[in-house]
């Protein structure tokens, strides 16, 4: 290939002699022209010459050529037909002209546009005659340059275009550069060069790889590759070198390996190109080299054998008569415009009837929908369907949102693997699939099954299979054959798996109960108010704790550790503490290796507890006995536990996920072309709202509560749910155990909420209050001031204060109240971060404000754990993996900070013994809390004594400022319980008349 990259030629012959160019009579504000070009120096051999355009820029402008501004149009049409075609330009604001296609060069045709006023910026579009068709449905604006010169290049369905000059090939197809067409364009003609080097050694490395990547709309902006060697950290690697395919990446490994993974992503997980992970496997020289194309997984290790031929990527079968089909490159209308092609289901064919782009019109479109003549029988879609259109080969059909339809459905099915002495009983769905065999192994490791079971397909598309004998402690796989293709993989309802959640496990569950399990008695909650919830990931809570048997740090059994030394830690802190609820970071089964530190926020197998936190990894039936004894002991100490779930998303997608194997394409969002959905901002997005995704979540959430005793769920994103769901699982809970505490994240990853604030009114469902929170602190990770270090929010306080019954809750049982949680920065390090130049002090009186703001307010408290000791990351805002040095709990800290821990546990214990803090109605709020609503401080009145508080009288108040402030109390002797230093029940003092409160403090008063 050519490269042209400084030079640009323009044949001029036909531009000098051509009728009807630029400044023709009737046309405005022009110039002629072909003299202006002549003065460029025109090659006076003639056409095929042409002539350098680029030295209109090099020190001279438009003014020299008879204009104040220049624009040049190229316009290429794929069928070279350009009858009739012409550029209609304007200035802003002002009026357009046509301007004709005068002259010709590699690339197409051209039009030049010469203006004789200087204008900024002007708009330009390509239509054919006088607006019988115009290409592309917006107009394009372009910057004009330095000197009034501007030069583009347009292909033919692109709304994009080139500012930079094209790359032609020997067969005139021309490749953008930077910045350009729309999706479409493919690299043609040939001649990719190789850029790897001979060996790895060649470049000091263990191995290498080389990524050439093409994106077809041109623009590369952002994007990168992260990759990885097996079993190493993944890294990012910039696209840093350009070829005539478009951009290259070289990836260099310290250590040889057998096998590179890759995702081409843009910027840090904005997007990711390609919703599977890719690999390639090195030489015996050390050296991988692959050429990729946007949208297209196959990765090419051949050039010459890059196919850009159309095809079907993905077809779906979304009604019994509609598909929907993604292609690999687009295709017009036009082309499109005969129905063809053909739907067969066994011997049965289904015509296409009519072809529909989706999103580009007669641009061109990769997504089309078509209609079928008939609807397609859906008893019989088990057998395999193709669809075949013209030009492309018969590609599968994949049944996606048909399987929502009745008859695909089983929602009373028990499915899992059903232990007894005697036999078990297997049942897994998958209506897709031609038939399911049961894998029986006798070892975690062992390499072919030991028996192979052909299981039977019973009503709404559930396998089932016996096997006879005692099976504890045996392990199984499914092997599904769906679509041509067999798929492998562990039982998502399974109870029990490996420690890599590649097998499932037979387990009797009666054998993992601990001592006494049947008489655990789960502390009860009368009301979500009562509740003070103590946020902790299992490993932090212990890892560090010196006191705890070395073989129980940062295992489940840390946290049921017993000790009262002067720095109580394990369930000791807890109760010294007088929380009421643990919520446990996220618990179920999840992707990380046994020594690779995560919040578990990538869940792989939901009714599976991670074996990182058990005492022995190696077998599965230990964590759940491990679990168990730590439930038990934290309600011995009269603690609810609460699981952080994570239904949202899963660590694995596509092929690696055993959701997607069991049934293809119908637990994830996708788009109508097969795209997952990236609503959570991980990868995926769990499709709720389809009935059997809906009941495996309800069905593993009772799970928990009958077999673990688990008090409550707190669900991550809960955003991404629908409403319909939710409310299932409330009733479905709440009819096993009415005082379940469920709540949840009402926001997503970064697509649409489906239940947001305010959705949860009246469902026994809480959310959390971010508007307090951020009224507090300020923001969560920059410099923003919230009221308890002086920014002011008095009414966003009070909002909270009230239970968030003038926001977005119906009672204030439904408003999670917090400062500071797992995410994002600690409160003590937001104070350091907003106030870098703060003493100790002044953090320390921010931070019990803080905290006394949360557990005054009516509605849930809930504790960042730590938070009571001035836990600090280190100014790490996003630790999930950061590992123990950052997310330790940093006990000697406890001693250290034991003002802020005091005042913590003071506050907790006025709000426990205290009724007045904890109204559970709407209608109580508004009788029994009144403001005062005067400048300054925030404060407010409760009427203890209608809610059968000992106190009558309850008076808060707030003061944000950085000064000393004043208020005037009501008439009478007040009691101090609560001052700027001591919190609690306790009588400090009294007051009456004038109060004066300390900068950045909170006072509690009372009387009988």
Known sequence: ??????????????????????????????????????????????????????????????????????????????????????????????????YALAGSDAFGLYAVVVLDEAHPKLGFLLRRGDWEQKDGDRDRMIEVGAGGIAEVWVREGRLAFDTTPPIVDEAQDAVPMDGGAEPGSMPGGEGYVSAAPASARAVGAGAVAVLHYHRP??????????????????????????????????LEFAQPTDRVGFIVRRGDWLERDGDVDRFVSPSEAGVAEAWLVAGEERVFMDPAKLDFALQIQRAFLDEPGLLHVRLNQPATAAQLSEPAGWVQVGDDRYPVAEVKTKGHGDAGSRDLMLKLDKPVDLDSIVSGMTLSLPGTGPATVYAREVLTDDRFHDLGAELGADHTSVATAFATWSPVSESVELLLYKTADEAEPYDTVTMSRGHGGVWRARVEGDLHGLYYQYKFTSYGEVRIVADIYCYAATRDSARSMVVDLDQTDPAGWENDA????????????????????????????????????????????????????????????????????????????????????????????????????????????????????????????????????????????????????????????????????????????????????????????????????????????????????????PDLLIYGEPWTGGGPTHFPKGAQKKMGVAVFNDHLRNAIRGDLDGMALGFAMGGGHNKEIRDGVAGAIDDFAEHPTESINYASAHDNRTLWDKLIHTLPNGDDAT???????????????????????????????????????????????????????????????????????????????????????????????????????????????????????????????????????????????????????????PPYSMMVLCRD
């Open 522 to 737: 789960p502390p009860m909650s009368a009301s979500p108010v009562d509740e003070v919830i103590y946020e902790i990931h299992v490993r932090d809570y212990s890892i560090e704790d010196l006191s705890c048997p070395p073989a129980h740090r940062g295992k489940y059994l840390g946290l049921a550790h017993e000790n009262t030394g002067d720095i109580a830690t394990g369930v000791s802190h807890l109760k010294e503490l007088g929380v009421t609820t643990v919520h446990l970071l996220p618990i179920q089964d999840y992707s990380a290796g046994m020594n690779e530190y995560n919040w578990g926020y990538w869940t792989a197998l939901f009714n599976v507890p991670e074996a990182q936190y058990s005492t022995n990894p190696d077998d599965p039936a230990q964590a759940i006995k491990d679990l168990k004894a730590t439930i038990k002991a934290l309600h011995e100490a009269d603690i609810r536990v609460v699981m952080d779930v994570v239904y949202n998303h899963t660590s694995t997608s596509f092929g690696a996920s055993p959701f997607d194997q069991a049934v293809p394409w119908y637990y994830f969002r996708t788009t109508p072309g097969g795209r997952l959905r990236n609503e959570s901002g991980t990868g995926n997005a769990i499709a709720d709202e389809r009935p059997m995704a809906r009941k495996y979540i309800v069905d593993s959430l009772k799970y928990w509560v009958q077999e673990y005793h688990i008090d409550g769920f707190r669900f991550d994103l809960l955003g991404m749910m629908h409403k319909e769901s939710v409310a299932l699982v409330a009733r479905e809970l709440h009819a096993i155990r």
């Open 1 to 98: 290939m050519r490269r042209w990259a400084l030079l640009v030629w323009l044949g001029v012959c036909v531009l000098c002699c051509a009728p009807g160019i630029p400044g023709t009579p009737g046309t405005p504000g022009m110039t002629g022209v072909a003299s202006a070009w002549g003065e460029v120096g025109v090659n006076e051999s003639g056409a095929g010459e042409g002539i350098r355009v680029e030295a209109l820029a090099d020190g001279k402008s438009a003014s020299d050529f008879g204009g104040q501004t220049i624009l040049i149009v190229h316009y290429r049409r794929d069928a070279a037909d350009y009858a009739g075609w012409n550029v209609w330009a304007w200035p802003v604001n002002a009026e357009g002209s046509e």
């Open 843 to 997: 953090r320390r009186a921010m931070h019990k404000l803080s905290l006394g703001i949360v557990l005054t307010s009516q509605g849930v408290a809930f504790l960042h754990g730590g938070s009571d000791f001035a836990r600090t990351k280190l100014g790490n805002h996003n630790s999930y993996n950061a590992g123990d040095e950052v997310n330790k709990f940093d006990w000697p800290r406890k001693a250290a900070y034991r003002d802020v821990f005091d005042y913590t546990r003071g506050l907790i214990q006025l709000r426990r013994e205290h009724p007045a803090f904890r109204l559970r109605t709407r209608k109580q709020v508004r009788n029994h809390l009144s403001f005062h609503d005067e400048p300054g401080p925030v404060w407010y009145e409760l009427d203890g004594s209608a809610v059968g508080d000992s106190w009558n009288t309850i008076l808060v108040v707030y003061n944000g400022d950085a000064e000393q402030r004043s208020i005037d109390l009501p008439e009478g002797a007040w009691n101090i319980v609560v001052n700027h230093e001591h919190a609690g029940v306790k009588k400090l003092g009294e007051a009456s008349g004038e109060l004066l409160l």
């Open 217 to 250: 709309d041109g623009k590369y902006d952002g994007w990168a590759v992260w990759a990885w060697a097996d079993g190493q950290e993944g890294k990012a690697y910039p696209f840093d070198k350009k070829d005539g395919y478009g951009v290259y990446a070289q």
